[in-house]
């Protein structure tokens, strides 16, 4: 079955504690995104990744890390400097020659 | 800096009516303008892209959007609305010609009636 996959679907965690987002995807898409969805704002770019073991911030990064280390996988970490980390994350990924991004189901991170 | 706005946070029409979602960018190249679609606590799903040609084009699920270059718009317009329609809608515009980043509207909520 391809596609994008992200894990879990609801995550809760404490206030000052790290907490790391799955993305997988099977698509052998070379780009991927992390988005973050807060109500009436849109998407916001957190961090993208072109190729293997590169990555460039979005335009909300402060708070957040990525790696990169194999094609399949783009995992997020949200760190406890993240001031206000309840939100919905959204993973995307672009195959080359297609500049249409597909987007995996979400994980909704609650901090309590 | 690119930016999109999408006017209109909620509309409501009656199942059967015409839709159109109203969708302005501002960008200083060849955008390259989607449609997505978003049901609640889901992912986003595509419905149609603009990158060249025919000014209209066609999505799946029966929407339609037409790119309209002097009004800097890309509203996007269905005939006839059905009750399973009702879900959130990003307009987002990216650069042409490469894998980048795409800025998002702020979503239309479409609500239908019965």
């Known amino acids: 079955d391809g596609g994008i996959t992200q894990s879990p679907k609801y995550l809760f965690r404490k206030e000052g504690q790290n907490v790391t987002l799955s993305c997988e995807q099977n698509?052998?898409?070379?780009?991927m995104y992390w988005y973050r969805q807060d109500p009436g704002q849109g998407l916001r770019l957190i961090y993208y990744?072109?190729?293997?073991?590169?990555?460039q911030k979005g335009d909300i990064a402060e708070g957040y890390s990525v790696s990169r280390e194999k094609k399949e996988s783009f995992p997020l970490t949200v760190t406890s400097a993240q001031k206000n980390p309840t939100a919905f994350y959204l993973c995307?990924?672009?195959?080359?020659?297609?500049?249409?991004?597909?987007f995996g189901p979400g994980t909704r991170l609650t901090v309590l | 800096a690119q930016s999109v706005t999408q006017p209109d946070i909620h509309i409501t029409v009656s199942e059967g009516a015409s839709l159109e979602l109203r969708c302005n960018y501002s960008?200083?190249?060849?955008?390259?303008l989607f449609w997505y679609v978003q049901s609640p606590g889901q992912g986003l799903q595509l419905l149609l892209k603009?990158?060249?040609?025919?000014?209209l084009v066609q999505g799946i699920k029966g929407f339609e959007a037409e790119f309209k270059r002097s009004q800097s718009s890309f509203n996007l317009r269905k005939p006839s609305v059905h009750w399973s329609d009702a879900a959130e809608y990003f307009c987002a515009v990216g650069a042409a010609g490469t894998a980048s980043k795409l800025t998002f509207g702020t979503g239309t909520r479409l609500q239908v009636t019965l």
């Open positions: 603009y990158f060249s040609g025919d000014t």
């Open positions: 698509l052998n898409h070379d780009a």
């Open positions: 990744s072109q190729i293997v073991n590169d990555f």
């Open positions: 995307a990924t672009t195959g080359q020659g297609t500049d249409t991004q597909y």
């Open positions: 960008y200083g190249a060849t955008p390259y």
